[in-house]
């Protein structure tokens, strides 16, 4: 919600020029909230508002500007300007930005920043979006490892302002070669002997990530060993980034909703649902549509195969809608709780006999389940007790046939070097009620002739 309670104060300002009160507006608050009160500003007022606060300030304001509004006045404003702010914000969050620019604004932008920060910037936009390399920082606490806890200290207090986090200080020996992690917590504890070397306190087994390696993987190990950054390594093991936790959290933000998605039979948005073009968005559900309604279109081929037998037993029509939904139901429960395990890395593919396993004996108590009321209501509808029987035996196998599917197609899935979520419930579902129909028709084939 835009907050406008002083909008008319800061129009007035800008209108008179008013230095004093402008640079005082943007000193004065947190930056978040000075943000906020700009919100309502046009794209060319927040500019010119931006350009009374020192460089550092504009940065860290800018940054809790909406992503779509930084964009828009990276695109439209001066490129030495925008230069000045570029050079002052975060290492992954300019690139980031400036990898959502046509190139040609880039092109204008880099050769106007400090050389360091250029090449910075040339070197993280090279990585492929997605990897560890392409969300991390080069801002960091990197000490040598022969450093005394004395000169660490100094060392930090001079650059600490340059650095991402403190939390966790990476130590390194020749040519960046990373050797371990010393917490501030130690390092602080430390003092008690100044003299003491940095490679005496590192703690060795540390957790990184390779810059080609996938976000999600990284995410995964962030997670599970609970930590606040994660160091990136090359190839060689040479410090070259880190990726702290709000990054991850990003991550695992786009993540769930990629899968919630891919789950929904959607191909993944790349911007907010109401952002994105309407043909854009109705390419990315119609592709899956077309995909489920071929798939739906077998159900009817195998209808038309057992029409003699609908023919004769009528009453077996009537079923149809609970037998497939039966089916289609367990398989998406199935597939639903295979894929989020996945997905949370709490499930493995080597633990596919486990999961296979507890699938058989949960599908046969559900399969009982649905078949004991099945049962009960086609002992109403069927001709004599024998016929109703087709219903509670087709409802039993297509239950454990849904959780067989919904299971282990995500698994087949993951095996094959694809996304499990993919696997989506309504493809899952489309695979089962085929199946459900030639169980169904077939049982009935045996029992009623």
Request: aromatic content about 8%.
């Amino acid at each position: 919600m835009v907050n406008t309670l002083l909008l008319p104060e800061i129009r007035e300002m800008l209108a008179d020029e008013n230095e004093a009160e402008l640079e005082e507006f943007c000193s004065a608050l947190n930056a978040g909230r000075t943000a906020e009160f700009m919100e309502g500003l046009t794209d060319a007022e927040a500019w010119t508002v931006l350009q009374y606060a020192a460089p550092p300030r504009r940065a860290e304001i800018f940054s809790h500007f909406g992503e779509e509004r930084q964009i828009s006045l990276l695109r439209d404003h001066d490129p030495a300007e925008i230069a000045e702010l570029v050079v002052e914000m975060a290492a992954d969050d300019r690139v980031d930005l400036l990898q959502e620019l046509h190139d040609k604004r880039v092109d204008e932008i880099l050769p106007l920043l400090p050389a360091a920060d250029r090449r910075d910037i040339q070197r993280l936009r090279a990585y492929p979006d997605g990897t560890a390399g392409s969300l991390m920082t080069t801002e960091m606490a990197k000490l040598d490892e022969k450093l005394t806890v004395r000169q660490a200290l100094d060392a930090l207090a001079s650059q600490s302002e340059f650095f991402e986090t403190i939390y966790y200080l990476f130590i390194v020996g020749e040519d960046d070669q990373l050797r371990g992690v010393v917490s501030a917590r130690q390092l602080v504890t430390a003092l008690r002997q100044p003299n003491t070397p940095l490679s005496e306190l590192v703690e060795t087994d540390v957790v990184t990530a390779l810059t080609t390696e996938d976000q999600e993987s990284v995410a995964a190990k962030v997670e599970r060993f609970n930590l606040l950054a994660i160091p990136v390594v090359d190839d060689a093991r040479r410090l070259v980034g880190i990726i702290t936790h709000d990054d991850i959290i990003d991550v695992v933000r786009e993540e769930l909703n990629e899968d919630a998605q891919q789950m929904a039979a959607i191909s993944p948005l790349d911007t907010d649902f109401l952002k994105i073009g309407l043909f854009t968005l109705s390419w990315k559900r119609g592709i899956w549509l077309a995909i489920l309604f071929f798939t739906a279109l077998f159900t009817a081929f195998a209808l038309r195969f057992y029409e003699d037998e609908l023919a004769r037993f009528a009453w077996l029509a009537w079923f149809i809608p609970l037998i497939i939904s039966s089916g289609g139901n367990s398989g998406s429960q199935s597939a639903t709780l295979v894929i989020t395990g996945m997905t949370s890395g709490k499930l493995k593919l080597g633990n596919w006999k486990t999961v296979m396993g507890r699938e058989l004996l949960v599908s046969m108590l559900l399969g009982g389940f649905v078949a004991s009321f099945g049962m009960l209501v086609a002992m109403v509808v069927a001709p004599t007790i024998k016929d109703a029987t087709v219903i509670p035996i087709t409802l039993f196998f297509v239950v454990m046939c849904g959780c067989f599917c919904g299971a282990s197609l995500p698994m087949i899935f993951k095996k094959l070097g694809l996304d499990p979520a993919l696997m989506s419930n309504p493809f899952v579902a489309g695979i089962v009620d085929i199946l459900g129909i030639v169980i169904y028709l077939n049982v009935a084939r045996i029992l009623l002739n």
